[in-house]
């Protein structure tokens, strides 16, 4: 009879009712930075997984699911991003791939935590894969709603990789009509913003709903995808807002023909026939947010692990 490994245990507690377990070979590093408690652990499973306030961001078997489909449906239905802003994404894995893109000349990236990009650039350089080192990219370490308010730069897309606005974390107060209209009042004509917004499974689709309604006020065209990511063991959603950007309007064919053109190397996750399918919502997801976003219009408070999400 074969025995039974013991293993250390990472729970990555979702709310009070539910819970993901890893197996952890060993823990890399245990760190503070002025924000935020960092993390890095050796899952059997996923390889390195990045912990931020102990909450998983990241792992490294299948991180490229998660910033492939935050990057390219908006960088590759565009005609030809070449200025591109990233608010926050300190792991460097959006960095890089947006700098795989050929039509890229300039990349702002506004991070607050300057000692969390170290510790990734040292623990995970798998992630950034050198892009911290482009000279394409202009790399400043201060608040993310700050610079986009102070300056008056146009960018062909803005992509958001900010933590959801839970309550302790950095982004907590970010996210409001003001904040949107000020990144719509960024973007070059054609442009758009691309951004996570949070899980979106069977269970619980409040986060995304709240974001997706406070962006419909500002953005006349808003178009939502979803990718599973596998370490999450949910369904994860991602918004695209524009004036006139609109990623449904790019066959899967010129998809394909768009990455061949301009994508240095192999993607792993995306392509047309991905494309096609990811902006696709199911019904339960459809309902859900339907419902959602009608007990907002009403009023009524909208919880979220037990905490208020911070959405005006």
Known sequence: MSK??????????????EAHMHAIKRTILTDRTPFQEVGIVESAVYGKILLLDGDMQSAERDEFIYHEALVHPGMTSHHGPAKVLILGGGEGACLREVLRHRTVKEVTMIDLDEKLIEICKEYLPEWSKGAYSDPRLTLLFTDAYAWVEN?????DLIISDLTEPLPHTPSSGIYSVEYFTILK???AKGGALIMQSSRADLIDVRTHSALHRTVKEVFPLVRTYLARIPCFDVVWSYICASESHDPLSVSKEEIDR?????VEGELSFYDGETHAGIFHLPKYFRTERLRHEQIMQRGEALAHFNAPVYII
């Open 185 to 187: 009042n960024r973007l």
């Open 151 to 155: 300056n008056a730069m146009l960018f």
């Open 258 to 262: 768009r990455i061949a053109e301009r």
């Open 4 to 17: 039974v490994r013991n293993w250390w245990w990472y729970i990555d507690r979702i709310a009070d009712y």
